[in-house]
């Protein structure tokens, strides 16, 4: 919290930790509850935001007293609670104090909790959020003071942002902006325990965690805001962390700026190399992503096939978590016990002989380069330092030097050569022209069965079976570079397989670190890697018990949840019903499975232009060349997310159709 605080351009000065003394319950609560409240006043007479962090919600008869004796007037609140916490002495069925702080602060009940410093709150300018247990007494009395309860069913009625901003006006009272102080006060137990379960009194149906981290974003810049505080917390019952990371999260997000002020700080503090479309997200869960100001999109472009599986896929963030609470990192300078695992049940799947585990999809294809060129001088006899490698015009294979050098896009090479020599580059989708550019110092041929960046640019019906059998005849290694298309996206597990195609290596990420961490391989049959020994080639990171365990998961709810036919059938419905719109500003439709390119008439629109009002309208995804809109949604995405998208995209290229210049 104090780092987000910091990060946001405040100066954090922590406070007193007070506990409770030893002796009978009301005494030591009385004693602990006034020197809260004498602190809270100190800090607000400092001119200081108080931002309070306690266990239990009876504190709060400190907190909100303390706040008024500074401010010589009650303030304004808002109260997020699953309970009522408005009994009496008179009332409770447990005389515990700990259900009686919210009746206290409007003078009822014991004199242990009324009799701190401070005036009693306003009852009209006191809003309660997320109410569903009370006893009938409670109720009764909030209603006679005049305070304003929105339960869960109103909140469901209503939507959460529409009651936040309901509550802000009462909480500023009839001053409004011109003046009215307000705090809030948020207990852990008005979340659902599904995401927040480390709390003593859990209700079940709460608030979501994602809806409630929207709405709290940004608060302490609202006019008037003059306190926080978050209470229930109880560490005992968070053996996994998770509540506690929420509290974190929840408290940040009073201090978060908001889009602009992201947007801004990467444009100052970071490197230029991206032009993101205008939105920050915050969230995402499936195949929805949501932004800091609470707007729900649907992700058509799944972070390049990362999040095949949708985002924050419940296996494999148990995975992550259950794993990360064992064994992380340990290089492989030893063995751990994930890592055999994965390596058998990939190389089960994808039917080749061993892998190599690493980080990024670049590592992958240099891994790839590394092993194709050492297999050229030691295996094929290609004379030292003359071996070399072809790959396609068109072609991304990643951004690294020798990478780079491989590229046609002058952009990606443009004052970073010199480069490595020994590539050569054809035409692709020309299996005649692989042939003619084959020489005896010709070790691989590097190629994508679909080229994503190059404008989702699918080769003619029997290109790579034909490139394999050349590649057969000439003594030459196939490497296939499946890092987008690999893991069910196209609808094969390999696109590759489309074609009945073994290569003889092939090169697999994104999706394989199921959209959590970064996790890469190269696969080859055992001729090829076996150019590798103890010292040729490694990675610190690469096949870490943490990277292993998830990608392993992965691997099984690919299978599990069928995904791979899922692909194939929703991916044949997205194109042929976007096909069937024949819009006029829509050259071609092309692809395979959940991998789709529209490529768009220029002289009758903008790619970019389109993807930017597609964002207007709730769905994202990033074009190619602006010239091509690609849509690649998580393999996960429902039919219901499909039809809404294809409804978004049909209104929005239709608008571009009709349009006299280009969108």
């Known amino acids: 919290v104090e780092a987000a605080c910091r990060r946001n351009g405040h100066r954090v000065e922590r406070g007193d930790t007070l506990f409770p003394g030893s002796g009978e319950r009301w005494p030591v609560l009385a004693a602990l509850l006034r020197a809260h409240a004498a602190n809270v006043t100190r800090c607000v007479k400092e001119d200081h935001l108080p931002v309070v962090i306690g266990g239990d919600h009876s504190i709060a008869a400190g907190t909100w007293r303390g706040v008024g004796a500074a401010l010589h007037q009650p303030p304004g609140l808002i109260w997020i609670d699953a309970h009522l916490d408005a009994h009496t002495p008179a ?97 852990l137990d008005a979340i659902d ?114 999040v095949s599986f949708g985002h924050s896929h419940p296996r494999l963030v148990a995975a992550l978590t259950a794993q990360a609470q064992r064994l992380t990192v340990t290089s492989r300078a030893f063995h ?29 294809v240099e891994t790839a380069l590394k092993a194709a060129r050492k297999w050229g001088e030691k295996i094929k006899g290609i ?57 005896p110092h010709t070790a691989a041929f590097l190629v994508e069965p679909i080229q994503g960046e190059g404008g989702i640019r699918v080769p003619p019906e029997g290109y790579l079976a034909a490139c394999a059998e050349i590649c057969k005849r000439h003594h030459v290694l196939l490497i296939v570079d499946e890092v987008q298309t690999g893991l069910g996206r196209t609808g094969k597990l390999l696109a590759c397989q489309h074609e009945h195609v073994k290569p003889d290596g092939v090169c697999l990420g994104k999706a394989l670190g199921g959209g959590l961490l970064p996790v890469s391989a190269f696969l080859a049959k055992r001729e090829l890697m076996d150019v590798f020994t103890p010292g040729d080639h490694g990675s610190t990171f690469g096949g870490n018990a943490l990277a292993a365990a998830v990608a ?96 978004i995209l049909g209104e929005v290229l239709e608008e571009a159709s009709r349009l006299p210049d280009a969108a």
């Open 336 to 364: 751990n016990d994930r890592l055999p695992l994965m390596l058998a049940r990939l190389t089960a799947m994808t039917g080749m002989d061993c892998a190599l585990p690493v980080n990024t999809g670049l590592e992958a």
């Open 552 to 647: 392993l998961e992965a691997l099984a709810v690919l299978e599990d949840e069928h995904l791979i036919e899922r692909a194939e059938r929703l991916g044949r419905r997205l194109r042929e019903r976007l096909k069937a719109m024949h819009n006029a500003c829509v050259a071609e439709v092309r692809g395979k499975g959940l991998l789709i390119g529209v490529e768009i008439d220029p002289a009758r629109a903008d790619a970019h232009r389109i993807c930017l009002k597609l964002m207007q309208r709730g769905l994202l995804t990033k074009d190619v060349h602006e010239t091509v809109i690609r849509l690649a949604p998580p393999l996960t995405i429902s039919e219901a997310e499909l039809e809404a998208g294809i409804h």
């Open 383 to 439: 004379a030292r330092d003359n071996t070399e490698i072809i790959a396609c015009e068109g072609n991304f294979h990643g951004r690294s030097i020798a990478i780079v050098g491989l590229s046609s896009e002058a952009q990606y090479r443009d004052g970073f050569g010199p480069y490595p020599a020994g590539t050569r580059l054809i035409p692709f989708g020309d299996a005649s022209a692989l042939e003619a550019a084959i020489t």
């Open 91 to 187: 009332t409770t069925p447990s005389n515990n104090p700990h259900g009686m702080p919210l009746a206290a602060l409007f003078g009822h009940g014991s004199l242990e909790m009324t009799g701190v410093d401070g005036p009693d709150l306003d009852p009209k300018r006191v809003v309660l959020i997320g109410l569903r247990s009370w006893e009938a007494e409670e109720h009764a009395l909030l209603e006679k003071l005049g305070v304003h309860l929105y339960d869960m069913a109103t909140v469901a009625r209503h939507g959460l942002p529409t009651i936040m901003r309901y509550a802000l006006e009462i909480a500023r009272g009839p001053d409004g902006l011109d003046g009215g102080l307000f705090g809030i006060s948020l207990d």
């Open 193 to 306: 325990p599904h995401d927040a379960s480390a709390v003593g009194t859990p209700a079940a149906h709460g608030l979501y965690a994602n809806e409630l981290l929207t709405v709290l974003r940004g608060l302490v810049y609202e006019p008037g805001f003059c306190a926080a505080e978050l209470v229930e917390y109880n560490p005992r019952l968070d053996v996994a962390g998770h509540s506690g990371r929420l509290a974190v999260e929840l408290l940040a997000a009073l201090f978060d700026q908001g889009a602009t002020a992201c947007e801004y700080a990467e444009q100052i503090h970071g490197a230029h190399n991206y032009a993101p479309l205008p939105v920050v997200l915050s969230y995402g869960r499936g195949s929805s992503l949501w932004d800091v100001e609470g707007r729900r999109y649907l992700d058509f472009m799944s972070a390049y096939s990362a």
